[in-house]
């Protein structure tokens, strides 16, 4: 097996421990039977009030910072099912969020009665998940065309057969 092909299996593999890692986490956060935000209320609301006074416009408010944390929350998982997935088969990234999502939150209303389960984090949570495979497909697009560049440069003897600038 080529060095190349090591790392190629290295890095899957170090995708794949991160990507279980960061469900794990997303199960823990969201399965958990209170809210994460329990007791910052007072805190975010006063924040609130001085950011409208500042001139935020008044639709940044507790939802809205509720539906963009879960918005964030999310990107990751689609990244990083983006990075395990196929080029062919890097939608199943979004398809992947949103399913976690939809279970979570059923999970939520059938079995965590300290929890609220809504279609708008489904929403928010899936909006994520799209954000962030579409971020592993513009990694992806910006690795294929550096490599591209270098098999270019092996070929024309600007490079080393290794992929490291030729000595001059």
Not at 35 to 42: A, L
Not at 72 to 81: D, Q, S, T
Not at 107 to 133: H, T, Y
Request: with cysteine; hydrophobic share 55%.
């Amino acid at each position: 097996m080529g060095r190349a092909t090591h790392a190629g299996a290295f890095r899957v593999r170090f995708v794949a421990v991160l990507t279980l890692l960061y469900i794990a986490f997303v199960l823990l956060v969201t399965l958990w039977p209170t809210t994460v935000d329990g007791g910052v209320d007072p805190y975010l609301n006063r924040l609130l009030a001085k950011l409208w006074s500042k001139g935020v416009p008044t639709f940044v408010d507790y939802s809205f910072i509720e539906f963009t944390a879960n918005i964030g929350f999310f990107v990751p998982v689609g990244f990083l099912l983006g990075l395990l997935f196929s080029y062919r088969w890097q939608w199943l990234a979004v398809v992947g969020g949103a399913l976690l999502s939809a279970s979570v939150e059923t999970a939520q209303k059938l079995f965590l009665p300290g929890r609220v389960a809504s279609l708008g984090d489904v929403l928010a949570n899936s909006s994520g998940a799209a954000i962030g495979c579409l971020l592993a497909w513009a990694v992806r697009a910006l690795i294929l065309h550096r490599d591209r560049l270098v098999i270019r440069d092996v070929e024309e003897g600007r490079r080393a057969s290794d992929g490291l600038r030729a000595p001059e």
